[in-house]
């Protein structure tokens, strides 16, 4: 019928057909504007709701009966977003860049570092995956192993040979008897 209208700034540039695209779009603008200004803290938290709502798909897919994954931004000293008990989104030294880490007995592991949203959502969804199997797996109820059938004792070697033994004596003892009341 007819096409979009167009803004007023860019002719070539359709307008937003949904609210929420426009809503991430400000919220780029305004977290890239105040990444310079000096409340960078804030820009800090900005940008880990972005980052928080473009993973809300993915969340609204995991299985409600599976409580593995407790996501939510806290706003300690370093702002971080949480995916689970071992696992956050902080941003880099420049403020823009997103570092996905995974904290384990050996250390803090970075599992996915980049600018794009796109890139970490990627790096989540995988490492979300990764969770949900080991998950099975732990739950799997093996089943128990049956007793292996008991081995009969092993008799010592000796006893047969010391039975064979005095069974020789006593057989040489008796024909050295019956030689000599013969030869008598």
Excluded at 61 to 70: H, K, S, T
């Amino acid at each position: 019928m007819s096409e979009p209208e167009t803004s007023g700034t860019h002719p070539s540039e359709p307008r937003p057909v949904r609210l929420r695209d426009a809503l991430l779009r400000a919220r780029i603008e305004a977290a890239d504007r105040t990444g310079v200004v000096v409340d960078l803290r804030d820009a800090e938290v900005a940008r880990l709701e972005i980052l928080n709502d473009a993973l809300d798909p993915l969340f609204a897919q995991v299985p409600e009966q599976i409580d593995l994954f407790d996501r939510g931004i806290s706003q300690g000293d370093t702002p971080r977003l949480w995916i689970d008990v071992v696992a956050h989104i902080v941003m880099g030294r420049d403020k823009r860049m997103y570092r996905f880490v995974q904290d384990t007995r050996f250390g803090r592991i970075v599992l996915a570092e980049s600018h794009d949203t796109a890139v970490i959502v990627e790096a989540v969804t995988d490492y979300v995956a990764r969770r949900m199997i080991e998950r099975e797996h732990a739950m799997v109820v093996l089943p128990e192993p049956k007793p292996a059938a008991a081995e009969p004792p092993r008799r010592s070697r000796v006893w047969p040979f010391v039975f064979g033994f005095i069974l020789g004596a006593a057989a040489l003892f008796g024909i050295a008897v019956l030689a000599a009341l013969r030869s008598w």
